[in-house]
């Protein structure tokens, strides 16, 4: 249910950006619905929301890159429409992402002019007023680089400012700022917040996105909440504190009815100690028992997959052991893993959980083509058997398991991806977002199978970005922040508030 936005100001200037009822629709999934927004010149605006709010969506819709179901967008007052990508640079709007494409085979020049270099009277590249121009950038947000320079000779701090003044190469009105700290360190964060207070003075209206509430406390004038694809609040920065909202942020009310479970776990089946990557994520243990489900809840960066694609062999840890069942085993590839009884149901199941040309059936028996075949040969009865077992106990609605993957809808493709891995009869198996982009009625078939695999005592890990999913599910969570465990929450202690604080690290 969406709530009133307050009374704002009247002393404020007129929003230079504004949506007005903003809907978004995809095939079976509400993104956005009837959503608001205002960003003021010389004012940062935070947009604050869990994962799944709305907020990725929202970016794209006001770069260009998808066009609105529902509702106006209005700069300055009048209404107006954003075809494409370019047009919305043209209207003045630009965005910095938190991973923006370069390119490092060209200078800082090219890169931050690519696609509107300026040109002389013939149509060729003018070289000398790109790099007084882009001079002028870099110079204009305190980054003492040559742009001349190849792109590859830069560390990363340096390619984040070129990114940034690639953004700010268009006359831009309104700057988005997508999680633009997720890639620096302290000095450079600190540096960033110049770079906004420059901006605001330049009288830019900045959309600020960021999950750590000392940025945005920091840096806020106003906020905006967004809950499941709604508008919840807005205001003045000044007038909340972190609790209230933390608040809004997770307030939804847990009406969402999830399976009965007995929570007493059995044996320990699993054990992770002192599991390191040099980038993604340092000295995670943590023991799992038969029948349990075992929640990881973090925000966007906290390593949880990548922790996941370690124990499955994908990546290598570059320290730590795992047990299973007792018995110290090595992991270095996917096929370790499920010899060992470990099988992984990745967030990406379009890319990586499945081959989407290929029949149900073929991708429900791929990794057991052992069970299927004699003397080398593939029995075709036996692998529609075997497919049928899985699909009927996930209820996969499908015309056919002969139809391509691919047809189906993004729930019951997802039903296929776990049929596949239970069907190689696995002891514990990691579920990474198992009802991302899912409806309602498929979640609930997700999670009553996932009940019923416990009390069976197979033993799940399940990755979630959702509330409500983790605190319903879980027997215990995991909070991860920035690569570590920072909590370890159950019974009554595991609720959204104590979730949300320990991720941002309130």
Not at 26 to 51: R, S
């Amino acid at each position: 249910m969406q709530m009133q936005s307050p009374a704002l100001a009247s002393a404020d200037a007129v929003p230079v950006l504004a949506l007005d009822r903003v809907t978004k629709s995809f095939p079976g999934v509400t993104a956005l619905d009837q959503v608001t927004l205002a960003l003021y010149p010389g004012q940062v605006t935070a947009l604050v929301g869990e994962n799944g709010a709305g907020k990725s969506t929202l970016v794209k819709i006001l770069t260009g890159i998808y066009q609105p179901s529902d509702g106006t967008i209005k700069v300055d007052g009048a209404d107006i429409r954003f075809p494409t990508a370019r047009d919305a640079t043209r209207a003045g709007i630009t965005a910095i992402h938190q991973e923006t494409v370069l390119f490092d085979e060209l200078s800082v020049a090219e890169n931050i002019f690519l696609g509107h270099a300026p040109r002389t009277r013939l149509g060729l590249i003018d070289w000398r007023t790109m790099n007084s121009r882009a001079q002028d950038i870099l110079t204009g947000i305190g980054a003492h680089l040559n742009p001349e320079a190849k792109l590859r000779d830069l560390g990363i701090a340096n390619k984040h400012l070129v990114a940034i003044a690639r953004a700010l190469s268009v006359d831009a009105r309104v700057v988005i700022m997508d999680e633009p700290t997720a890639a620096l360190s302290h000095t450079e964060i600190h540096e960033l917040y110049e770079l906004v207070e420059k901006l605001k003075a330049q009288g830019k209206a900045i959309l600020f996105i960021s999950h750590k509430f000392d940025e945005i406390f920091r840096i806020a004038d106003r906020y905006t909440v967004f809950r499941d694809g709604q508008f919840i609040s807005e205001g003045h920065i000044r007038d909340i504190d972190e609790s209230d909202l933390v608040k809004m942020m997770v307030g939804r009310d847990m009406d969402q009815v999830f399976p009965p479970r007995d929570r007493n776990p059995g044996a320990q089946v699993m054990s992770v100690s002192g599991l390191c990557h040099p980038t993604e994520f340092d000295d995670i243990s943590f023991d799992l028992g038969r029948g349990e489900i075992l929640g990881f809840y973090g925000l966007v960066g906290a390593g949880r997959s990548e922790i996941m694609q370690a124990l499955f062999g994908i990546t290598r840890p570059s320290g730590g052991t795992v047990t299973i069942d007792g018995a110290a085993i090595t992991i270095t590839s996917p096929a370790d893993a499920i010899a060992a009884g470990l099988v992984y149901v990745p967030e990406d199941r379009g890319h990586q959980g499945a081959i989407t040309p290929l029949p149900i059936f073929q991708n429900v028996t791929l990794p057991s083509l052992g069970r299927t075949s004699r003397n080398g040969f593939l029995r075709l009865a036996e692998e529609f058997d075997l497919a049928r077992e899985y699909t009927q106990r996930l209820d996969l609605r499908a015309a056919s398991l002969d139809a391509e993957l691919g047809t189906l809808s993004g729930g019951n493709q997802q039903k296929v991806v776990i049929a596949k891995w239970l069907a190689t009869q696995p002891k514990i198996i990691i579920l990474d977002e198992p009802t991302k982009g899912i409806d309602i009625g498929s979640k609930a078939a997700v999670h009553a199978f996932m009940a019923e695999l416990a009390a069976q005592g197979l033993a799940v890990i399940m990755v979630s970005s959702e509330i409500p999913e983790v605190v319903g599910m879980s027997d215990r969570v995991i909070v991860m922040r920035e690569g570590r465990m920072v909590a370890e929450l159950s019974g009554d202690d595991l609720t959204p508030e104590k979730l949300v604080r320990q991720a941002a690290g309130i």
